[in-house]
């Protein structure tokens, strides 16, 4: 007789493959949905609105504003919602300079690592043994990532042009260990940070004279080539071992 069993969709390999990419699916979901949906609610507008309720609370309930903030930011990176660079404004802006870059730099920390996770529990893992396992030109690029994982994690957060949401999402796609992308993420989002924050901290003068802040500060000159400069750093090793490699052929 023939075996009328089905081992197509509803074996439990397919199923397990599906629940493994539930978060990342989630993820995705509640982006596409907060992208058109929080928009006005996660602005530069609703912060001006808000900003002397904010006040009144922190000056209440200093703990719980720290607490009550560093949930919703981690809640805005690990969703990829709209509003990551008000928040981090807001940072600055009721923390002062410091400590309010701290909290910005660990809760983006946090939420970049809950898109890792997610990332590679759902692709990299499967997706990091096949590039192992393959030949030719992805086993290349695959080793030459792992050879200079520290270097690319920081190029990556060091560089502006590089979306946040990508660079979370690459290292889980390649195998990186969640230790090694934790600390670069930190260590190489506080240049960035730092100045975000500070025109956070100010925004209580340009709240009084009707303006709104320059997002773009991070472009000019002299805020943009020292984070080049640190770029710069990163990429020399990769630089030399690649050209060390050329010579040895």
Request: no cysteine; glycine share 10%; hydrophobic share 55%.
């Amino acid at each position: 007789m023939t075996d009328m069993t089905d081992t197509g969709s509803n074996s439990p390999g397919t199923k397990g493959g599906f629940a493994r990419r539930l978060p990342l699916i989630a993820i995705l979901v509640v982006a596409a949905v907060g992208a058109f949906t929080l928009r006005d609610y996660l602005s530069f507008d609703a912060l001006a609105e808000n900003r002397e309720a904010l006040i009144a609370f922190r000056n209440a309930n200093y703990a719980l504003t720290v607490a009550a903030f560093i949930a919703a930011y981690v809640v805005i990176v690990a969703f990829s919602l709209p509003g990551a660079t008000i928040a981090t404004l807001t940072g600055g802006f009721l923390f002062a300079t410091f400590p309010g870059a701290l909290f910005n730099i660990t809760a983006a920390t946090i939420g970049a690592a809950i898109i890792f996770l997610a990332a590679r529990w759902g692709l990299g893992e499967k997706l990091s043994q096949k590039m192992d396992a393959s030949d030719g030109a992805v086993k290349k690029i695959k080793t030459a990532i792992d050879a200079n994982q520290w270097e690319a994690l920081f190029l990556i957060r060091l560089v502006p042009a590089v979306p946040f949401f990508v660079a979370n999402l690459v290292p889980a796609l390649v195998g990186v260990p969640l230790s090694r992308f934790a600390i670069s993420t930190f260590l190489g989002i506080i240049p960035g940070a730092l100045v975000y924050t500070s025109v956070g901290a100010g925004l209580g003068e340009v709240f009084a004279r009707g303006e709104t802040p320059n997002l773009g500060i991070i472009f000019e000159p002299h805020i943009l080539l020292p984070i080049l400069g640190l770029a710069a750093l990163a990429a020399l090793p990769i630089i030399l071992k690649a050209l060390r490699g050329k010579k040895g052929l």
